[in-house]
């Protein structure tokens, strides 16, 4: 009789105990987050509002690339493009020269 007390509350300590576990590591892996300093700060601009001196570098340095997305700074000193180029996609900087910029 003590066998089929014993058994259900084995298995229902063990139940709790594994969700527990499994609840602390889904819950340690949401913790990133990715922020982007203030001086970084990037306003959407259309693509055919780009100085024609950065679309003359993309086709230069970058052949066959398309512009998805294009941001600017506030002072338009500097723009932030994202390139597709095949099933390729990468952010590239430049500023108002057509001059890449490394970050």
Known sequence: MKNLFVLPVLAFGLLVGTQGINA?????TDTTEITTPAQDKYIDLAVENLPQ??????????????IEKAGA??????????LKQGEKTMEVYCD????????
Request: aromatic share 8%; proline share 0%.
């Open 24 to 28: 602390q590591e889904v819950a340690s």
């Open 73 to 82: 700074k506030e002072d338009a000193s500097e723009f932030m493009l994202v």
């Open 53 to 66: 001196k950065v679309i003359d570098a993309v086709a230069k340095d970058f052949a066959g690339a398309i």
């Open 96 to 103: 108002a020269d057509g001059n890449w910029i490394k970050k």
